[in-house]
């Protein structure tokens, strides 16, 4: 063997050359590429090789290619055989004929292959400004995620998605990806998550994937894109080649369709929307984390509870608003920060010390995650009896018990949170069906922000309720939520609290994000439709120019 260029060794050994051309004779063992700039490999079967005299191609699959070949364009045969890609140096046509229905051609014998030594675990990495867009969708779901290819191999790839996205890929057992080259080039191949790898700060997960069973033209394309990516990083790297010339994987095609965008990018509503997005990071990779059978990080949970405490203390208003602008984080990240921050502002009218605050905060960012451990079918169920309510309790346990290593929440707090949200005054809660005197202030209060924040968003039984029809519902039964209770929460937040999307005479749609003293709309901003608040946000209004819309016409269901 000798050296060859771009990492390829030279085989000449006449036996050798014979053994590894049998390999390319297998069915779709081989592919042909044209010896020009932007060519793709073609599927190609070797159908006769005479050692030291010719090759008999069957081009049949590729007829489009045979006046380039009868021109004389060079071309090389591809293969690959366990830790090996080979490749042939350029050979040309010498003959072409049909033959009982196929088109075969006839080549040189080659004087010598090329083999690259490489374990087919090998990772082509990408630069930075080489993206390669991809999409995730799940087997059997309509649901999708967008991300950034990291890096390739012929058994798998490394992504970079959102974080909202963990809970997806927790439920995933099987998805299809779908890289997106900038010149357009498309490739889908079935594959299963492997390891995961959470960056709250980042709002980013890295998902290692196990390509599934891939064809032997898939065979064919990934090594082509390992090849590429690897020639591309070469070309740019330190040191870099100025004589490669740069990969058309990489060359934006104006005509192709418009790339991927990267990772859900979406922007947010609101400044302040964007920094409560890096706490429901964090709750989503703890989605992730409990449903790989881990404990939540003390540190990590006492820190984000931090963050929302200051949060809080820079602008409540602001924070209250953007707990309905989060519309693309799971259920369960949007409930819990949602109850959190409610809960925080009801208790902050009092004198709370700022210890008990922070494990209130904490108990009710996380109080509900175990619910992602429950069955599918159990959570979008739409007829709730016995057996379905004595179900739903067991996520009160997985959560305590996940909590176990948090040493610094007070047991009495997560008790009243975690454990007991769910009690009703009258017994009819999970999940010890507690009544009456069993049940605690601190619960009372917690479970009346819990139904609010619930009850204000969309569930497989049934849409979001108007905050009036809550305001009833929670009124007129006494017997299961404090009534004192219900009245602290409504003269503390208004009949229209911050979050509440209204009508006015003329037509026009708001959403209230501050109120003066005596409950009344301070500031709205405007919107085009009636849905969570996102790009359709337009121009904010208060003072003379918010009187002049008039008083509100309606106050909108709306779930976010």
């Known amino acids: 063997m000798t050296g060859a260029d771009d990492g390829y060794v030279r085989v000449t050994t006449p036996a050798e050359m014979e053994e590894m051309l049998l390999r390319l004779s297998q069915p779709g063992g081989a592919s042909l590429q044209l010896d020009v700039e932007e060519s793709q490999p073609f599927p190609v079967l070797v159908v006769e090789q005479m050692p030291g005299e010719h090759l008999w191609l069957d081009i049949s699959a590729i007829r489009e290619i045979a006046p380039e070949l009868k021109r004389g364009t060079a071309f090389r045969l591809l293969g690959q055989s366990r830790d090996q890609i080979l490749r042939t140096p350029p050979l040309a046509m010498s003959e072409c004929q049909e033959q009982g229905g196929r088109l075969l051609c006839r080549c ?10 490489r374990r087919a675990s090998f990772r082509a990495r990408l630069r930075l400004g080489m993206e390669v867009g991809a999409i995730v969708r799940g087997d059997d779901s309509e649901a999708s995620l967008q991300g950034d290819l990291k890096d390739l191999s012929l058994e798998g790839c490394q992504l970079e998605l959102p974080l909202s996205g963990a809970g997806f890929l927790a439920d995933a057992d099987l998805v299809e990806i779908e890289l997106c080259f900038l010149n357009g080039t498309r490739f889908a191949i079935r594959a299963k998550p492997r390891h995961r790898q959470a960056d709250p700060e980042r709002q980013a997960l890295r998902v290692g994937m196990q390509f599934v069973a891939p064809s032997g033209d898939q065979e064919r394309q990934l090594w082509h894109f390992v090849r590429e990516i690897e020639r591309e990083s070469t070309r740019q790297g330190e040191g870099s080649d100025s004589s490669l010339l740069p990969s058309l994987l990489f060359q934006t095609d104006l005509a192709a369709p418009a790339p991927v965008s990267r990772r859900n990018v979406s922007p947010y509503a609101t400044p302040m929307a964007k920094r409560l997005a890096r706490i429901a990071g964090y709750l989503d990779a703890q989605l992730l984390e409990i449903k790989q059978g881990g404990r939540l990080d003390s540190v990590q949970l006492s820190s984000f509870a931090d963050r929302l405490l200051g949060l809080h203390a820079e602008d409540r208003e602001a924070l209250l608003f953007a707990t309905c602008c989060l519309y693309n984080e799971p259920l369960l990240v949007r409930h819990g920060l949602g109850v959190a921050v409610h809960l925080l502002d009801l208790a902050s009218s009092g004198p709370l010390p700022r210890d008990v605050r922070k494990a209130l905060v904490a108990c009710a960012m996380v109080h509900d995650l175990g619910k992602s451990l429950l069955p599918t079918e159990l959570l979008e169920a739409r007829d709730w009896g016995v057996p379905q309510r004595e179900a739903l309790a067991a996520h009160v ?44 202030e601190l619960t009372r209060l917690a479970s009346v922000v819990d139904v609010v924040e619930a009850m204000r968003r969309d569930r497989p039984d049934r849409p979001a309720w108007a905050i009036s029809d809550i305001y009833r519902h929670l009124l007129s039964h006494p017997g299961q939520f404090d009534a004192r209770w219900v009245k602290r929460y409504l003269k503390h937040f208004g009949v229209m609290p911050i979050g509440t999307l209204v009508r006015f005479p003329g037509g026009e749609l708001g959403w209230v994000q501050r109120l003066d003293g005596m409950g009344r709309l301070a500031q709205i901003q405007l919107t085009e439709r009636a849905e969570a608040p996102g790009e359709a946000l337009g121009e904010v209004l208060r003072g003379e120019r918010l009187e002049r819309l008039g008083e509100v016409a309606e106050v909108l269901a709306v779930s976010c």
Not at 399 to 422: K, T
């Open 108 to 117: 040189p014998y080659p004087t010598s292959l090329e083999v690259l030594q």
């Open 397 to 440: 346990e997985v959560m305590r018990e996940r909590l176990g290593a948090c040493h610094w929440l007070a047991s009495g707090v997560v008790q009243a949170v975690v454990m007991r949200i769910n009690e009703r005054l009258d017994g009819s809660g999970y999940p010890e069906g507690l009544s009456g005197e069993q049940l605690g």
